[in-house]
Nanobody, 127 residues
Framework: VQLQASGGGLVQPGGSLRLSCAAS????????IGWFRQAPGKEREAISC??????????FISDSVKGRFTASRDNAKNTVYLQMNSLKPEDTAVYYC???????????????????WGQGTLVTVSS
């Protein structure tokens, strides 16, 4: 399976974007979904994880985006979202979503457990 992140673009500092994560032929609600980002010259960073809907439904947000980013699900649309507010230039990166390999898992989850990486979506925060 391959997940597809979308919704990136160019936004001014302080602005907002909502990223979407979708997959064809794969039901996201049964799996924990992680959001990650990779800035030029930097390692991939885990920024959010939302647990399977069949688990406790908990979410994890990294300290670097806490209070600004929120992960959520719409199971009817088979989509996971990352709402990003108060964006900063340092948020500029390619953003990816991926799925945990195990059914019904809860966050936090180590990065090595995720799969289904797509091409990502570029978020550029600049004036």
């Amino acid at each position: 399976v391959q997940l597809q992140a979308s919704g990136g673009g160019l936004v001014q500092p302080g602005g907002s974007l909502r990223l979407s994560c979708a997959a064809s032929g794969f039901t996201l609600r049964y799996y924990a979904i992680g959001w990650f980002r990779q800035a030029p010259g930097k390692e991939r960073e885990a920024i959010s994880c939302i647990s399977s809907s069949d688990s406790d439904g908990s979410t994890f947000i990294s300290d670097s985006v806490k209070g600004r980013f929120t992960a959520s699900r719409d199971n009817a649309k088979n989509t996971v979202y990352l709402q990003m507010n108060s964006l900063k230039p340092e948020d500029t990166a390619v953003y990816y979503c991926a799925t945990d390999r195990r059914v019904g898992s809860s966050c936090p989850i180590p990065q090595w457990s995720f799969s289904g990486w797509g091409q990502g979506t570029l978020v550029t925060v600049s004036s």
